[in-house]
């Protein structure tokens, strides 16, 4: 049977509730909170673009969670921000980029989280570029009190591979200007032929010879340099692979630009001067940052490669022994999340990293 797209159904035995909020610039958006009691220590769950919260409750395999609400979690909630697929904000035409995301959503997100659970401990874990635009409010001060961090792949330093470099530097232009497509779409393979988004499809997996479904070739083109780029195919259970384009969805250009300014720079800075009030360099803020912070990569990353090693690095020369690496043998940039095994070589890595810095803390009263 087909798995349905934005259900809840990979989650059993909690409350499922929806929690709709506005953002200082006008936008609707959406947390989702998953309770089963009540807990001193709540998760909040971010996803990458063109992703939503359905990364953190597949159903086809141990979701994240779920995986928390049985490891001593139970008050688990998940934000769709404007990159979600579950909004239409990215494929309108926009000129957001991310520092749009740590004036407004993030802020508004916690606000909105700290009127349901007060002054509870909240832990984040963090996909992609939600985890770089949180980690840009947290620096700039926007957030208030987090206890803990997990970002998996990359955070305030944005390295990529010098293919991603070359699709930065030319691809938003010859895309908005030459192939006149103002967004990068999966299901670009579904298009009628001879349209620019079937041409572009087909263009894309002449070089993609590694498996047969071109939403997986273009997911690979918008984001990644490998074949696949994201994952590694033995990592993902077959209905996973066959519904890639359900979980990683349609994304506009404008955030590319953002992108290519930060790897420029070699880490997270502000676009431009629309937002004077956020830092110019988020970076440099990072000693200010006391939430202890455990970097994920894989260590076959062909999105951000190391970025999240060089972060650990940088942020652990202001602040020694405060954050944590783990390097995830065998995995990609989102395969830690959406793996089939990820809750036996990931999930239990993050538990650890939760536990230590939860109620009972390093002692090991859990
Ligand atoms: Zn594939």
Same mark, same amino acid.
């Given at each position: 049977?087909r798995?349905?797209r934005?259900t809840?159904e990979g989650?059993r035995?909690?409350?499922?509730?929806?929690h709709?909020?506005?953002?200082?610039?006008?936008?609707?958006?959406?947390?989702h909170?998953f309770?089963?009691a009540d807990?001193?220590?709540?998760?909040?769950?971010?996803h990458?673009?063109?992703?939503?919260?359905d990364m953190?409750i597949m159903?086809e395999?141990? !979701?994240?969670?779920?995986?928390?609400?049985?490891?001593?979690?139970?008050d688990?909630w998940?934000l769709?921000?404007?990159?979600?697929?579950?909004?239409?904000?990215?494929?309108?035409?926009?000129?957001?980029?991310?520092?749009d995301?740590?004036?407004?959503?993030?802020?508004a997100?916690?606000?909105?989280?700290r009127?349901?659970?007060?002054n509870?401990?909240?832990?984040?874990?963090?996909?992609?570029?939600?985890?770089v635009s949180?980690?840009?409010?947290?620096a %700039?001060?926007?957030?208030? @009190?987090?206890?803990?961090?997990?970002?998996?792949?990359?955070?305030?330093?944005?390295?990529?591979?010098?293919?991603?470099?070359?699709?930065?530097?030319?691809?938003?232009?010859?895309f908005?200007?030459?192939?006149g497509v103002?967004?990068?779409?999966?299901?670009?393979?579904d298009?009628?032929?001879m349209?620019?988004?079937w041409l572009?499809?087909?263009?894309v997996?002449?070089?993609?010879? @590694?498996?047969d479904?071109?939403?997986c070739?273009?997911?690979?083109?918008?984001?990644?340099?490998? !074949?696949?780029?994201?994952?590694?195919? @033995?990592?993902?259970?077959?209905?996973?692979?066959?519904?890639?384009?359900?979980?990683?969805g349609?994304?506009?250009?404008?955030?590319?630009?953002?992108?290519?300014?930060?790897?420029?720079?070699?880490?997270?800075?502000?676009?431009?001067?629309?937002?004077?009030a956020?830092?110019?360099?988020?970076?440099a803020?990072?000693e200010?940052?006391?939430t202890?912070?455990?970097?994920?990569?894989?260590?076959? !990353?062909?999105?951000?490669r190391?970025?999240?090693?060089?972060?650990?690095e940088?942020?652990s020369q %202001?602040?020694?022994?405060?954050h944590?690496?783990?390097?995830?043998?065998?995995?990609?940039?989102v395969?830690?999340?959406?793996g089939k095994?990820?809750?036996r *070589?990931?999930f239990?890595?993050?538990?650890?990293f939760?536990?230590?810095?939860? *109620?009972?803390?390093?002692?090991? %009263?859990?």
């Amino acid at each position: 049977m087909r798995i349905a797209r934005f259900t809840t159904e990979g989650v059993r035995d909690a409350q499922v509730s929806q929690h709709p909020f506005a953002t200082e610039d006008g936008l609707g958006l959406e947390l989702h909170r998953f309770h089963r009691a009540d807990s001193d220590d709540v998760v909040l769950l971010l996803h990458g673009l063109p992703a939503s919260t359905d990364m953190f409750i597949m159903p086809e395999h141990r !979701n994240l969670v779920s995986f928390l609400l049985d490891s001593g979690y139970p008050d688990v909630w998940s934000l769709d921000f404007r990159m979600s697929n579950r909004f239409p904000y990215d494929t309108e035409t926009h000129r957001f980029t991310l520092d749009d995301i740590a004036l407004f959503d993030h802020p508004a997100a916690l606000r909105e989280l700290r009127r349901h659970i007060g002054n509870r401990r909240v832990h984040v874990i963090a996909q992609c570029l939600g985890s770089v635009s949180f980690m840009m409010s947290l620096a %700039a001060g926007l957030v208030g @009190e987090i206890t803990s961090v997990t970002s998996n792949s990359v955070a305030l330093v944005t390295r990529v591979p010098p293919w991603s470099r070359l699709k930065l530097a030319l691809g938003p232009g010859f895309f908005d200007y030459v192939a006149g497509v103002s967004f990068l779409d999966s299901r670009f393979g579904d298009a009628p032929v001879m349209t620019r988004g079937w041409l572009i499809s087909r263009a894309v997996s002449l070089f993609h010879r @590694e498996c047969d479904f071109r939403a997986c070739h273009m997911i690979s083109f918008m984001w990644g340099a490998g !074949n696949p780029g994201l994952w590694s195919h @033995e990592n993902l259970a077959p209905e996973t692979h066959a519904r890639v384009a359900d979980l990683f969805g349609a994304n506009g250009l404008h955030y590319y630009r953002h992108m290519r300014r930060m790897v420029r720079a070699g880490h997270a800075v502000r676009h431009d001067d629309r937002f004077p009030a956020l830092p110019k360099d988020y970076l440099a803020l990072a000693e200010h940052i006391s939430t202890p912070v455990l970097f994920l990569t894989g260590d076959r !990353n062909h999105v951000f490669r190391d970025s999240n090693i060089g972060c650990h690095e940088i942020m652990s020369q %202001a602040r020694p022994g405060l954050h944590e690496l783990q390097v995830l043998p065998g995995y990609g940039h989102v395969d830690p999340i959406i793996g089939k095994d990820a809750d036996r *070589d990931v999930f239990p890595h993050i538990l650890e990293f939760l536990r230590k810095h939860s *109620d009972g803390g390093a002692d090991g %009263a859990h």
